[in-house]
């Protein structure tokens, strides 16, 4: 039986770098890593990716990646942690609701689901993913 994910489990970080070697060799040598680069599951050709592998070259429970070509930049408030939802719908109302705002609405990202961000109460970037 799988069980399904409450609305706070963590399900993908991004942290956005200007050099993406540059970068790799950090977390490489902070967190012994390997990555795996990949194209934006958007299309967007000016967006690049690596994604996190756990040491054994396997994807983590809870994976991520180093981005680059976003509008997002290196800062003390660059990175975005995402929150698995079963209903993105229903948590962007929620949010609002609790005194948030919808920074981009639902988003279609591929095979991966659907995606959008929220500015919390108090003033961070939320992701919150679904698969529907």
Same mark, same amino acid.
């Given at each position: 039986?799988?069980?399904? +994910? =409450? /609305? %706070?489990?963590?399900?993908?970080?991004?942290? +956005?770098?200007?050099?993406?070697?540059? %970068?790799?060799?950090?977390?490489? %040598?902070?967190?012994?890593? #390997?990555?795996?680069?990949? *194209? #934006?599951?958007?299309?967007?050709?000016?967006?690049?990716? #690596?994604?996190?592998?756990? @040491?054994?070259? *396997?994807?983590?429970? $809870?994976?991520?990646?180093?981005?680059? &070509?976003?509008?997002?930049?290196?800062?003390?408030?660059? $990175?975005?942690?995402?929150?698995?939802? +079963?209903?993105? *719908?229903? =948590?962007?109302?929620?949010?609002?609701? /609790?005194?948030? =705002? $919808?920074?981009? +609405?639902?988003? @279609?990202? &591929?095979?991966? &689901?659907?995606? /959008?961000?929220?500015?919390?109460?108090?003033?961070?970037?939320?992701?919150?993913? =679904?698969? %529907?």
């Amino acid at each position: 039986m799988t069980e399904t +994910p =409450s /609305a %706070a489990t963590l399900c993908w970080f991004e942290i +956005p770098v200007l050099d993406l070697d540059r %970068a790799e060799r950090f977390y490489r %040598a902070l967190l012994g890593c #390997s990555f795996t680069r990949e *194209a #934006s599951a958007t299309g967007d050709p000016n967006v690049a990716l #690596s994604m996190f592998d756990s @040491a054994d070259g *396997a994807r983590p429970p $809870v994976c991520g990646c180093l981005i680059q &070509g976003t509008p997002l930049k290196p800062a003390t408030a660059g $990175v975005t942690v995402y929150f698995d939802t +079963p209903d993105l *719908a229903g =948590s962007l109302e929620r949010a609002v609701a /609790a005194g948030g =705002s $919808v920074l981009l +609405p639902r988003t @279609a990202i &591929g095979p991966y &689901g659907f995606f /959008a961000h929220i500015q919390d109460c108090e003033g961070n970037r939320i992701g919150l993913h =679904s698969r %529907a």
